[in-house]
């Protein structure tokens, strides 16, 4: 067992840059937890430095050979942080495999997968799953695959110090201001960007100051400029492109609610961080929306088709601040007792300990 020792565990993942996505914010929680946990003895293995460009092939070769050679020569288990690098598994010999988890986020495990990612997956010793609603439409799906263990999302302690140290005003007195996170990518349509603009001549006839904030970039980004101007009220419609975690929060503390009637997201770390800021959310009931959001006590939960709904529950926020000051309240609440760093660290480790640890 001596041996053992000073082995790598080794997390494989997306590039962690702000601007690769959902996918990398988690794998900057569980990289925090493997130094946290194992220090010099954590390695981080990932696709390319950045995000600037389109994968190469080039590229993932080079992530192939990287997540073989350190099962070769050093690693004592690996963990892949993502269904898509974890297919490089199936290139590895077996003689040379060591033990291997995989994180399930969402969408990419909410189709049936190819046999080979089936594979792939039966054959891990570990599979995490961000949330109930992921892990429940993974195994429907991917019948026989294995046990999925869940384990909630959290935002990053530096955020959560961020936040503890600020002092916002308070959800009541703010402007009546709808804002929107997430990236504008066509492929990525489901968010519900098209839905909530559509519904927001509704908005602005009942609420005349309304404005609806969209802080994201994209290739999908020029359709909905136009699909806003469109409508008439484009002048209470704003993109503000890519914003960094500093002008996020800002957003975030200047903001009535948030909204996100998404029918893609496998967890939703934008709604703790909307809820951390004392926000009420409206997200949709056809993703895991529902396991962040308790609907008509932190927010409302709403059908993504169905506009009326969408602009009668923004509407109902903007016009009851009081109602809007107690969602944001226990939206703040729920974030501290059942989504902390403390919580989704703890959690981790613990499964990567009985999974992989003890049996590599």
Known sequence: M???????????????????????????????S?????????????????????????????????????????????F??????ARVQS?????????????LH??????????????????????IANSRHTARCTAELNAGIGHIDICPLSMSPEQEAAIAARTPAPPE?????VLMVGRLNAAEAYKGHAEVIGAWPSVVAACPEARLVIAGEGDDRPRLEAL??????????????????????RLYERAALFALPSRGEGFGIVYLEAMAHTLPCLASRHDAAGDVIVDAETGFLV??????????????????PGLRGRMGRAGLARVHTQFSFAQFSRGLIELLDARLERSA
């Open 2 to 32: 001596s041996r053992r020792r000073g082995l790598s565990r080794v997390l494989a993942t997306v590039p962690l840059h702000e601007r690769s996505g959902g996918v990398a914010a988690v794998s900057r929680l569980v990289w925090q």
């Open 34 to 78: 493997f130094q946290s946990r194992w220090g010099n003895d954590a390695e981080l293995i990932t696709l390319r430095e950045n995000d600037d460009t389109a994968l190469s092939f080039r590229e993932k070769l080079r992530f192939g050979a990287r997540v073989t050679t350190s099962q070769i020569r050093r690693a004592r288990w690996v």
């Open 80 to 85: 892949f942080g993502h269904v898509g690098p």
């Open 91 to 103: 290139r590895v010999p077996a003689a040379w495999q060591r033990p291997y988890g995989v994180f």
């Open 106 to 127: 969402g969408v990419e495990a909410w189709a049936p997968l190819s046999d080979e990612d089936r594979a792939m997956l039966r054959n891990a010793r570990v599979r």
């Open 173 to 177: 007195s703010r402007e009546p201001m």
């Open 228 to 249: 806003a101007q469109s409508t008439g009220v484009g002048h209470r419609i704003v993109f503000t492109g890519f914003a960094s975690a500093a002008e996020l929060d």
């Open 303 to 320: 059908s993504q088709d169905d506009r009326a709904e969408i602009a009668t529950r923004i509407v109902t926020l903007l016009e009851n």
